[in-house]
């Protein structure tokens, strides 16, 4: 049987609907939840999009929004993007996400305690957790005011080690499919960004005996690259032609795109950066050149897993043990994509609903992804 594909992104140049339930309905969004405070001049979203798996996780993002309507495209977007992360990952948690739209003027301990008061209204149905533009600080007042958050210092800590283990092994699994061997040594990999995930990434290859050529925009992390693991230094143009096995973009979203992809000479790209591809169709023109494209949220759930632990109340093995599973995802993914002729991201995306499907059916919720 055909599988049913939908497509997880919203298509360019495909029209918007207009109005707020019109948009809540394109991808069946369960509750959207919006708060104004004028005294603090709080003014926050979250977007609930499944809970059928758990409760939805999902950062709370802090941003300086041309409109509202904007602000709630953006809200929409990431929390159904949480959905299928955690769905891929094999979590218990639906997907959810939080904006708070951003006033240069405003009191920033204000704000966030109100936003603590905005999560704690929806009753533990959202976790949050920092995001683009917030930070621990920030955090510690949604805690003043709710339990729903997690990723606080001195609790799961630093998800970055997860992510870079989780990001190596979906790059194993990769590898295997390119040249039917994991092994990673002798291969050389193009790392662009060499910040928190990067780093941890090009610790573990060098480990393995993986050769490196790094970049990244700030010249004492390249330095301590070359130092330390021996990696030949790129300036950030020059990473996506770098002469390689595989690319790894850890720094930005976006760089798969049309001006980079001609440019890219490896077999593999398999990274820790979110939203790697600037539009849907560069997955498929990846495919066409030949070059296995690992999807982003299956390679980089590492993080989300590390958050987990607080909320299944699990061990750092258990996180350890679940990260290095991605292998086995990553393998799956590759399998549909290849079975059933469709792009890789599309094939994590099947993935995810399979899940979400099964989870509905079981709790008799209609299906929404
Ligand atoms: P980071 O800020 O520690 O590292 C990013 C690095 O990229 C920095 O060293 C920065 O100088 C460099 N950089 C920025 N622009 C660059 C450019 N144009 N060319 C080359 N280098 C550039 O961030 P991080 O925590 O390592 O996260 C990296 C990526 O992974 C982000 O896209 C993030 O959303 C994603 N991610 C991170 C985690 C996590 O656990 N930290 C989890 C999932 C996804």
Redesign the pocket.
Known sequence: TKRRVSVGRVKAGAPRPRGVFERIAVHGHEQVSYWYDPPSGYRGIIAIHSSALGPGLGGTRYWYYASDGEALEDVLRLARGMTYKAAVAGLDLGGAKAVILGDPSADRAAVFRVHGRHVHSLGGRYLTAEDVGTSPADMAFVREETPYVTGLAGRSGD??P??SWGVFRAMQAGAKVVWGSDDLADRTVAV???????YGLCELLHRRGARLIV????PA?VKRAVAEFGAKAVS?GA?YAAVADVFSP????AVINDTTLARLRVKLVCG???NVLAEERHGRLLERRGIVYVPDYVA?A??IINIYQEVAGWTAEQSHAKTSAIYDTVLRVLEIARDEHIPSYQAADCLAEERLAAAERAKGLPHRA
Request: with cysteine; charged share 10%; net charge negative.
């Open positions: 998800p970055s997860m992510t662009q960004g060499v910040g928190h995930v990067g970049t990244d925009v700030d992390r950030p990473i850890c720094a930005l979203g820790g950066a979110n980089n590492g993080g």
